[in-house]
């Protein structure tokens, strides 16, 4: 009876010291390239622009056209490791910005949504991170919302090269 009033305690506190988000189907999923540090409040996420072909090499990991949304809790630190892996050559981009600004033919001077939130030369046909470089954006996601994670070159989210990106005021993280 002991024994087994102890392993339901001990179950318990172990579920309880999982967070709801990670629980697989109560909230998103932490896939191998998102990792969460609690204690510095900080997710670092590996996102790769031309994973493979998919939309013709023109997608974040294999996402294209908002499939899927990375979830951060508001106030942490995010760092970003983008690498541009398109194997057709081509520039590509990284930025959080406005979910509105998916439809955006055109970007001349880009705001991010959070100050850091964007790689450099972002709307530059010629200067963003070439095929086989990567950079590091690195910001605070202070304000809970719905935004999105943008190829600012022109051209390319009418391409569907952007996914969801919300910070939780709940907590949550992971990818949904």
């Known amino acids: 009876m002991i024994r087994s009033t102890l392993r339901s305690l001990v179950l318990t506190f172990a579920a309880a010291a999982v967070p709801m988000a990670l629980a697989g189907s109560q909230g998103p999923e932490l896939p191998e390239w998102m990792k969460v540090d609690e204690a510095a409040k900080k997710v670092t996420i590996t996102i790769v622009a031309g994973t493979d072909m998919t939309n013709n090499g023109w997608n974040y990991n294999t996402v294209f ?9 508001v106030g942490f630190e995010v760092e970003i490791d983008f690498r541009n892996s398109d194997p057709t050559g081509v520039v590509h981009s990284i930025g959080v910005g406005q979910m509105s600004e998916v439809t955006s033919p055109l970007f001349t001077d880009p705001t991010p949504a959070f100050p850091g939130a964007i790689s450099d030369n972002a709307a530059d046909p010629v200067n963003a991170t070439a095929a086989g470089a990567s950079e590091t954006v690195t910001f605070v996601a202070d304000t809970a919302g719905e935004y999105a994670l943008i190829c600012y070159v022109p051209g390319h989210t009418l391409t569907g090269m952007w996914m969801g990106f919300r910070v939780a005021a709940d907590g949550s993280v992971g990818v949904e």
Do not use: E
């Not at 056209?65 to 809790?73: C, D, E, L, N």
């Open 65 to 73: 056209k908002g499939a899927k949304s990375i979830v951060v809790p």
